[in-house]
């Protein structure tokens, strides 16, 4: 799992064993409501150059024709990639230098009958993980997320992997 584009701002001040949680929009395609969909222990902060040249991320690459494009936001010299179609173009300079790489063991997407399943309960989860009170879930994370302490982290990753 890795995580280049998205969110620069979190990206680029997070570090080598963070845990990044990833929540559906409010309005999402699949009908869902906001729910973590994926999370990411940090194994390697890497540029988008490097990441570019490793083999095992080659599929990460932005491609022509592409159903559904990479997020590794250069081309061969590390200048940006002209295929994004100047989506993330403004941000460039920004985005580059942070590639995210996650741990394999510790990272995964959930699937969509956990999404459904544990959707139901995210509010009341999220009210009790940080002791506040909010009708949803933007209430309790903010527009922009929020930083957790390491606590709150192994209490939201025991809850989505089934652990009391």
């Not at 998205?6 to 929009?25: A, I, Q, S, T």
């Not at 559904?68 to 941000?91: A, P, Q, S």
């Not at 969509?112 to 009341?124: D, L, N, Q, W, Y």
């Not at 939201?156 to 089934?162: C, F, G, K, S, V």
Request: hydrophobic share 35%; charged share 30%.
């Amino acid at each position: 799992m890795t995580w280049g584009i998205c969110r620069f701002d979190f990206r680029n001040n997070m570090h080598e064993g963070d845990y990044v949680f990833f929540v559906l929009p409010k309005h999402n395609y699949d009908g869902f409501g906001q729910m973590i969909f994926a999370y990411m222990k940090i194994k390697e902060i890497i540029s988008h150059k490097e990441a570019f040249f490793r083999t095992n991320l080659h599929k990460k690459r932005m491609r022509e024709n592409a159903r559904v494009n990479g997020n590794i936001l250069v081309d061969e010299n590390g200048g940006y990639n002209k295929l994004d179609d100047g989506m993330h173009y403004r941000n460039f300079e920004k985005i580059k230098g942070h590639y995210a790489i996650g741990d394999e063991i510790e990272s995964r997407k959930l699937d969509v009958s956990e999404i459904r399943e544990k959707g139901k309960t995210f509010v009341h989860k999220l009210e009790r993980v940080f002791g506040e009170s909010g009708d949803s879930v933007f209430d309790i994370l903010g527009r922009k997320g929020r930083k957790m302490n390491s606590k709150q982290v192994q209490q939201l990753l025991a809850w989505l992997n089934d652990k009391p």
